[in-house]
Nanobody, 126 residues
Framework: QVQLVESGGGLVQAGDSLRLSCAAS????IAWFRQAPGKERESVSA????????YYADFVKGRATITRDNSDYTVYLQMNRLKPDDTAVYYC???????????????????????WGQGTQVTVSS
């Protein structure tokens, strides 16, 4: 069973930056999702086990960078130029699928992930 612990959320002003961390218990495919009140959970970004493949939702392209440190299985999501619309609970999720192809085709789907963290709140004030 993969354990995931998110951290790094907080209250910031529009235009600020945050770095979210996801401490995983093993090396797996990892994605960040977010869920705002009254909205469905949506994908933000994802990274392969090696870190060589990364994916971003259109709304964060150019504003976010996902990286990982495989010495301790931590995945980071650096988010810049934050907007009030970025306000949400951010979750990291792990996929234990074997095939990178299968994961890559479905990286943005919540159903592709087997394990979820507890979430970290990001609030962006205008």
């Amino acid at each position: 069973q993969v354990q995931l612990v998110e951290s790094g959320g907080g209250l910031v002003q529009a235009g600020d930056s945050l770095r979210l961390s996801c401490a995983a218990s093993e090396r797996t495919f990892i994605a960040w999702f977010r869920q705002a009140p009254g909205k469905e959970r949506e994908s933000v970004s994802a990274i392969s086990r090696t870190g060589l493949s990364t994916y971003y939702a259109d709304f964060v392209k150019g504003r976010a960078t996902i990286t990982r440190d495989n010495s301790d299985y931590t995945v980071y999501l650096q988010m810049n130029r934050l907007k009030p619309d970025d306000t949400a609970v951010y979750y990291c999720a792990a996929s234990t699928v074997d095939s990178i192809g299968d994961w890559a085709r479905n990286w943005a789907r919540t159903s592709a992930y087997d394990y979820w963290g507890q979430g970290t709140q990001v609030t962006v004030s205008s």
